[in-house]
């Protein structure tokens, strides 16, 4: 058998040698004090647990945050108009038809004529939108409750107090331009 001569395009290959890569230091202690100084840090922290349980006890009565919002403000405010419902939630029209279509369907809300303004209707819960109200606010009120236990009574009005200054001054300032906050941000 001959053997033939080898070229360089016939010689098997060998991979590269990989470079030396200086190793990083490893992170032993994650260092999140920048974020932890920030207020829309540590509020939405906050709201995700909380919306986390919120979420977990809402769903045998079939409502997100924005239905338990809508339906708490026809509870405490019968008559309410849905333009009084968007202002106060900051919903857009559009998507608020949607929902309180959905709680007509689900016999939740009636819809009646508005005493003094011909052109308005007011919102109005049935019976059913009662019964449901009133067992979802005690078991918003009891979830409440357990996500602040390691806050004193006083603890947590002060931080209620605090985060309602924070997003009425934000919608004070945000009253002169249009929102634009879509129902599933809710």
Known sequence: MTKLP?????????????ARVATAPAVDQVDASYLESLLGYNARRAALAVIEV????MVVFELRPVDFSVLSLIAHNPGITSRQLCTTLGVLPPNLVGIINTMERRELVTRRPHPHDGRAV?????AKGRKLMSDAERTAADLEAQVATSLSAAEAKTLISLLKKVYQTQQDGAARAPRRVSANHR
């Open 6 to 18: 080898t070229s360089a395009a016939t010689k098997p290959r060998t991979a590269p040698k990989p």
């Open 54 to 57: 919120f979420l977990q006890r």
């Open 122 to 126: 007011g919102l109005h819960l049935t």
